[in-house]
């Protein structure tokens, strides 16, 4: 365990929705950290901070660089100084390469590589001077593999680990672990072993901003023990 990290700062979570960002927003509370989780849909947001005991919910949208860097100066100022961010946001859509829209293929892009980029780089601003930080990237199968009827959202995640594995070499040094985490595999509850519970996922995830320095992962591969890979 990193004994540096016992004073424990916020969470700064970006891409929350009723799945795997409400459970990262419940676990990073349950465990210390005063979290603020961020997306575009801010009612959505307001209502699961409201069911998180020391958590804030508002409104953010990852591709507007403004709005980034006012949402990071709200976790700092009303919260306390960054510890953990999560960029847990991403664009998809599934059409044919011969029918899919320029827009759109663009809004992908914008929304899982260049939100990821932005979000990444104002957390870094702040946690570089300190020496001190944990930034975590939701990848998927998609970061890995570019499938048929995919290419915007594969575009975007391949684009977003590109991203990740730039910074952690830049980073790492500097004292801000960079983790690019690939799930793959539908999200959910399910019996069957066929998904990946979003509760496990955000221990895992706590669990990476808790690694001693000598021994930080950059990728980690989540999946189901069912999953064929």
């Not at 700064?12 to 960002?21: D, E, H, P, S």
């Not at 005991?53 to 100084?81: Q, Y």
């Not at 500097?174 to 793959?184: A, E, F, P, Q, T």
Request: glycine residues 12%; aromatic residues 8%.
């Amino acid at each position: 365990m990193n004994t540096d990290l016992n004073n424990k700062g916020s969470a700064a979570i970006v891409g929350v929705g009723t799945g795997l960002g409400a459970s990262l927003g419940r676990y990073f509370a349950s465990m210390g950290h005063p979290c603020l989780l961020g997306a575009r849909n801010v009612d959505r947001v307001k209502e699961i901070a409201d069911q998180i005991d020391g958590a804030v919910g508002t409104s953010v949208d990852a591709t507007d660089e403004n709005a980034v860097k006012t949402f990071f100066d709200i976790a700092e100022a009303d919260l306390s100084p960054v510890e953990v961010c999560v960029f847990n946001a991403s664009g998809r859509i599934r059409d044919s390469i011969l029918d899919l829209d320029t827009n759109e293929f663009i809004s992908c892009w914008k929304h899982s590589c260049l939100g990821g980029f932005m979000v990444g780089r104002e957390a870094a601003r702040r946690m570089v001077p300190r020496g001190r930080g944990t930034i975590i990237f939701t990848g998927a199968t998609a970061s890995v593999k570019g499938f048929a009827r995919s290419a915007g959202f594969a575009a975007g995640k391949f684009g977003l680990r590109g991203v990740a594995e730039s910074m952690a070499r830049e980073l790492h040094p500097l004292g801000i672990h960079v983790v690019h985490v690939v799930i793959d595999g539908g999200i959910g509850f399910d019996d069957s072993g066929a998904l990946l519970d979003p509760n496990e996922i955000a221990k895992a995830y706590y669990e990476l901003s808790r690694q001693g320095r000598s021994v930080w992962s950059h990728e980690v591969e989540l999946r189901p023990w069912t999953e064929k890979f």
